[in-house]
T-cell receptor
Framework: SQQGEEDPQALSIQEGENATMNCSYK?????LQWYRQNSGRGLVHLIL?????REKHSGRLRVTLDTSKKSSSLLITASRAADTASYFC???????????FGKGTRLSVIA | DAGITQSPRHKVTETGTPVTLRCHQT?????MYWYRQDPGHGLRLIHY???????DKGEVSDGYSVSRSKTEDFLLTLESATSSQTSVYFC????????????FGNGTRLTVT
């Protein structure tokens, strides 16, 4: 069953603005990951944050994790038209279980 | 794309026919996965493998079988395709234990008429 749920389902912003996507999940996790999918392509891993971490940065990406609220956010700063894609969170639950993906957020960055 | 090749990339088949999708990796990763992606459902795990001849079911395994006779190949078979199996199928691999980052292929678009 779906573990993570992204919010909003769709987001449209102007180039240069920041984009924030949220992910909520239900059970205990040992890590949470964010992926990006361009139209017609497979998913690409962006960043992994472990359950004992609160914040992680990678270039223009900032991910936060709040295990008490069972939520995570992905911030893309200074967005570009090339950031237009769908973004998925995926949770790695405790134990050796495969990743469970959310339904994704469609981000459109307008030049 | 991390050395993952899915074949075919597109297929149209009729209801009731068997279909096999192939995933081939050149990374020598232990773990391989089959997901399906449908509008409104995101990605759902069908089956996964944690070694040669070692497989397990995922969330939506009914109507699907898999085989892994060698490290580099993971086959997904629809024994008798149904219209509900029309979807985009993604193969993914990971180097270490389940829960590690996945690397995805570019998908197979399957249409069952």
């Amino acid at each position: 069953s779906q573990q993570g749920e992204e919010d909003p389902q769709a987001l449209s912003i102007q180039e240069g603005e920041n984009a924030t996507m949220n992910c909520s999940y239900k059970t205990s996790i040992n890590n949470l990951q964010w992926y990006r999918q361009n139209s017609g392509r497979g998913l690409v891993h962006l960043i992994l944050i472990r359950s004992n971490e609160r914040e992680k940065h990678s270039g223009r990406l900032r991910v936060t994790l709040d295990t008490s609220k069972k939520s995570s956010s992905l911030l893309i700063t200074a967005s570009r038209a090339a950031d237009t894609a769908s973004y998925f969170c995926a949770t790695g639950e405790s134990g050796n279980t495969p990743l469970v993906f959310g339904k994704g957020t469609r981000l459109s960055v307008i030049a | 794309d991390a050395g993952i090749t899915q074949s075919p990339r597109h297929k149209v088949t009729e209801t009731g026919t068997p279909v096999t999708l192939r995933c081939h990796q050149t990374e020598n990763h232990r773990y391989m996965y089959w997901y399906r992606q449908d509008p409104g459902h995101g990605l759902r795990l069908i089956h996964y493998s944690y070694g040669v001849k070692d497989t397990d079911k995922g969330e939506v395994s009914d109507g699907y079988s898999v085989s892994r006779s060698k490290t580099e190949d993971f086959l997904l078979t629809l024994e008798s395709a149904t219209s509900s199996q029309t979807s985009v199928y993604f193969c993914a691999i990971s180097e270490s234990r389940v829960g590690s980052p996945l690397h995805f292929g570019n998908g197979t678009r399957l249409t069952v008429t």
